[in-house]
Nanobody, 126 residues
């Protein structure tokens, strides 16, 4: 499975960005997917995850109510809609996949995922 993240950019505080993650090489329709981010000088942290069917989503407290994760299995893609962006949302955002398709609280951990994309930079100016 290869993952390609895109959609990052520069936006002002309060603005929106929509990140996309395209999967290739193998269908991810039965995979749980996640988004993580890493700010300069900080460890990579969990942002959101979605079960294989899209029925279950889970968010970090810091983005709950502002970010929405979704997926389109027909397109082998997962998305992260980011609204009301804050300066502290500035980071490189990574998409990830695991062939354990159901939801588990373990999906907040980096080591729950076996496949990672290359990351896309999102910068929020204050």
């Amino acid at each position: 499975v290869q993952l390609q993240a895109s959609g990052g950019g520069l936006v002002q505080t309060g603005g929106s960005l929509r990140l996309s993650c395209a999967a290739s090489g193998h269908s991810v329709s039965r995979y749980a997917m996640g988004w993580f981010r890493q700010a300069p000088g900080k460890e990579r942290e969990f942002v959101a995850t979605i079960s294989w069917s899209g029925a279950v989503t889970y968010y970090a407290d810091s983005v709950k109510g502002r970010f929405t994760i979704s997926r389109d299995n027909a397109k082998s893609a997962v998305y992260l809609q980011m609204n009301s962006l804050k300066f502290e949302d500035t980071a490189v955002y990574y998409c990830a996949a695991t062939n354990g398709g159901g939801f588990s609280y373990a999906l907040v951990r980096n080591d729950a995922y076996g496949y990672w994309g290359q990351g896309t930079q999102s910068t929020v100016s204050s």
